[in-house]
């Protein structure tokens, strides 16, 4: 038992949740930008599947790092735009575009896929995003935490600083939290509802592709197919674990890399008494049961899935 | 850019619509057929021929099409009334996986028992698992579209575990697979030297059961107006909890019966791949139908047509299949304008 709690103090644990919470704080990000605004975004699981195999293909293809990941949000932006202009001026249902546009990223990642590689089964690997700082990687918990953490790493927790810096603190983020809060006053104070709605779940979705692409430049390496997994999903429950809050998305976050990491580790100890698949499972159940402690207290954008329409009550 | 109400559709239109926006879908398959370097002319030729050019075609079409009408039933009836059950896929798995707990040798009786039996099983098991979410909504207010989403990883790291445990067939040389069903409850072949099995005819008959529900009965008109305005349903006297709890059952049941159907009619025993993502394609098909329960028959078939179609184009023309989920997810999405114009008109001003 003194092994199963020993692992909680080892900083190779820590280092592993944050590394696992990573994808998670760029997807979770993402989507509570978009749902601020008002806009709920299912297409989450397949843009991180598309800025997944953008990151990757961008750099097997010979770009460098930085031009993966750019080109990867890239794409997101492009899906983002077409939710953006399915939902909010032409107001189709939220649900099913979003789903669509899943469905859409998903299968044009694969397509693309195959047509880069039509028969490999074993998907090749790149040169991913090396630990920002390996020469100081020595330094006792410090080193594993922080330094021996990759670039896009440092990039998921700056972008919870500036989402929250630019949503509490500026014009911007006063009139993307106003259009997700009463539509009708932020058209009276001047604010283009629609070009900010869009304007917002494009940039989220930019974070989600690069929550993906992640998984492909920082963690795996290569384009697997299915790799996403899920995560996209389990942003969406931690987006009201966290209160539609950057800081506690951050949090959320971090909980579920650890409950992750935790699991994964206590595979290996107790693995052989209990199917493998039970603690696969955890990470879901998890997250259904997030849902279901917050659900009560839930304060959601008053304008969450509303389209808005000029003129119209 | 203004969107007025139209006071009503002509026919035209709304005919025409729909149609337009599949034909837009398959016109813009010329691109990732372009960028693959396929000769788009043969391909599509490859594609028409492989869905419908001979009676094995056809065939393999309405076997494709069988889960296909059953699953977006399922989404059919529970996007009429807001559920957002994103979750047919796994209720599809826990319906074949009850068909085979029971269908597999545990009880061994006549057929005109047994596939009763397992088609009961099948849908009792997808309605008991679609019930979780719905309460959950409706007692927590917990958004049931994650929830869903969320319990189809379960259920398929469920039908792994069970298939490498408890489940496994021991004359399966240790695959993750399980016993197969016995022949007293195999849903029995329709059609001569094809595949087309009874569920075919089990899920033809849902799709009128389902429709003559939707518009002739109480229910389908408590769902109805539940989807349409809950509050103005509410004040009516109508318990929305309850008529929710009842949606999600059905719907999780014809998402079981699809699982059921694959299993005892099509392959025989329950793998880790049965169901090469039914219950999402079910979305498309319910979409593509604009939600009507006999709009779905078409709408599965074309979307089976699709998926047999570029099988055989693949295997022609080295074009990935994928393909077949890309023109399926635009189709989904040019609907989705289709339903737009024919329920308003965009005035540019």
């Keep these: 038992m003194g092994d199963i709690l020993d692992i909680l103090t080892t900083a190779a644990f820590w280092a592993a949740a944050i590394r696992i919470a990573t994808p998670l704080i760029f997807g979770t990000l993402g989507e509570l930008i978009c749902e601020r605004a008002g806009v709920l975004n299912l297409g989450i699981e397949g843009i991180m599947t598309a800025g997944a195999l953008t990151g990757w293909l961008s750099v097997y293809l010979g770009a460098d790092l930085a031009t993966g990941v750019l080109l990867a949000a890239l794409v997101g932006v492009v899906f983002g735009l077409l939710h953006g202009l399915f939902t909010v001026p032409l107001g189709l249902s939220q649900h099913v575009t979003g789903i669509g546009i899943t469905l859409l990223a998903t299968s044009l990642s694969y397509f693309v896929y195959r047509v880069v590689l039509p028969d490999t089964s074993s998907p090749p690997r790149i040169d991913a995003f090396p630990p920002v700082a390996a020469e100081l990687g020595g330094i006792p918990v410090l080193g594993p935490l922080l330094f021996q953490q990759t670039a896009l790493t440092w990039l998921a927790l700056l972008a919870v600083i500036v989402v929250a810096y630019v949503l509490y603190r500026t014009p911007v983020g006063l009139a993307v939290r106003t259009v997700g809060e009463n539509p009708a006053a932020a058209e009276a104070q001047g604010i283009d509802v629609t070009v900010v709605r869009i304007g917002a779940v494009m940039v989220g979705s930019a974070l989600m592709a690069v929550g993906g692409a992640f998984l492909t430049m920082s963690a795996f390496n290569a384009f697997f197919f299915e790799m996403v997994n899920g995560r996209g999903w389990i942003c969406i429950a931690l987006v009201v674990f966290a209160s539609w809050q950057p800081g506690k998305a951050l949090l959320g976050a971090l909980l579920f890399g650890a409950f992750d990491a935790y699991q994964v580790r206590l595979q290996q100890t107790v693995g052989s008494l209990v199917p493998y698949q039970l603690f696969l499972m955890l990470p879901y159940l998890l997250s259904i049961l997030a849902l279901v402690v917050m659900s009560r207290r839930a304060a959601y954008p008053k304008a969450l899935m509303i389209p808005y329409r000029k003129g119209e009550r | ?349």
């Design chain 2, 1 to 349: 850019m203004r969107l007025e109400q139209r006071e009503r559709t002509p026919v035209a239109l709304a005919v025409g619509a729909p149609v337009a926006a599949v034909a837009l879908s398959l016109a813009l398959a010329v691109l990732p057929l372009w960028a693959a370097g396929a000769p788009i002319g043969p391909a599509f030729v490859a594609m028409v021929k492989g869905a419908l050019g001979s009676r094995f075609a056809l065939s393999e079409t309405l076997t494709r099409a069988t889960p296909l009408i059953l699953t977006g039933l399922a989404v059919v009836v529970a996007f009429r009334a807001r559920l957002w059950n994103i979750g047919a896929e796994g209720q599809l798995y826990l319906g074949a996986m009850a068909a085979v707990l029971v269908g597999s040798g545990a009880v061994v009786l006549s057929p005109v028992v047994m596939i009763p039996l397992v088609l009961v099983a099948g849908a009792a098991a997808g309605a008991l698992l679609m019930l979780v979410p719905t309460l959950l909504k409706t007692r927590l207010g917990v958004d049931e579209v994650v929830t869903t989403l969320l319990l189809n990883f379960v259920v398929l790291l469920f039908v792994q575990m069970m298939l490498e445990g408890p489940m496994q067939d021991p004359m399966s040389l240790g695959w993750p697979q399980s016993a197969p069903i016995i022949p007293e409850a195999t849903l029995p072949p329709v059609l001569e030297r094809t595949r087309v099995h009874a569920g075919l005819i089990v899920a033809i008959a849902a799709a009128l059961v389902v429709w003559i529900m939707m518009e002739r009965t109480v229910w389908g008109f408590e769902i109805r107006a539940t989807g349409a305005n809950p509050d103005a349903a509410r004040f009516a006297g109508m318990r929305i909890g309850w008529i929710m709890v009842r949606v999600g059952l059905i719907s999780g049941a014809l998402a079981g019966l699809a699982g059921v159907s694959e299993v005892a009619g099509l392959k025989g025993y329950l793998t880790r791949d049965l169901s090469p993502g039914f219950g999402y394609s079910g979305i498309a098909v319910a979409m593509l139908a604009q939600l009507h329960p006999l709009g779905v028959l078409a709408a599965a078939f074309f979307v089976a047509a699709v998926f047999v179609g570029a099988d055989s184009m693949s295997r022609a023309l080295g074009v990935s299949s994928y393909i077949a989920n890309l023109i399926v997810a635009t189709a989904l999405l040019t609907m989705l304008l289709a339903g737009l114009v024919t329920r308003y008109r965009i005035r540019w001003r």
